[in-house]
Nanobody
Framework: QLQFVESGGGLVQPGGSLRLSCAAS????????IGWFRQGPGKEREGVVC????????NFADSVKGRFTISRDNAKNTVYLQMNSLKPEDTAVYYC?????????????????WGQGTQVTVSS
């Protein structure tokens, strides 16, 4: 089963930072686009940001532009999400997922299975 293990979440004050990690399990992520998604309390899951196999990034959510940065380390089979200037509205469970390309990921959803996610809570 192709899925990810997300980690790095926690409780942080508004304005703080966190770095999330997404480790691939059962496959090599070198040739895939990887996206971060999130689901806030009482909300639908939404796409946040994506990175293609070649390293190009695509923002799915305007609200995170300039604050969130996605990166990948293929040698470690891991994708990261650096989150700065966090806001209470960023509170959510964060997930990662894979597809052939970022456009396909956003439109059709992932071929990988959803993992457990990692909880991010932004609160004073």
């Amino acid at each position: 089963q192709l899925q990810f293990v997300e980690s790095g979440g926690g409780l942080v004050q508004p304005g703080g930072s966190l770095r999330l990690s997404c480790a691939a399990s059962g496959f090599t992520l070198d040739y895939y686009a990887i996206g971060w998604f999130r689901q806030g309390p009482g909300k639908e899951r939404e796409g946040v940001v994506c990175i293609s196999y070649s390293g190009e990034t695509t923002n799915f959510a305007d609200s995170v532009k300039g604050r969130f940065t996605i990166s990948r380390d293929n040698a470690k089979n891991t994708v990261y999400l650096q989150m700065n200037s966090l806001k209470p509205e960023d509170t959510a469970v964060y997930y990662c997922a894979a597809e052939a390309g970022c456009d396909t990921l956003m439109v059709q959803g992932p071929f990988s299975s959803w993992g457990q996610g990692t909880q991010v809570t932004v609160s004073s």
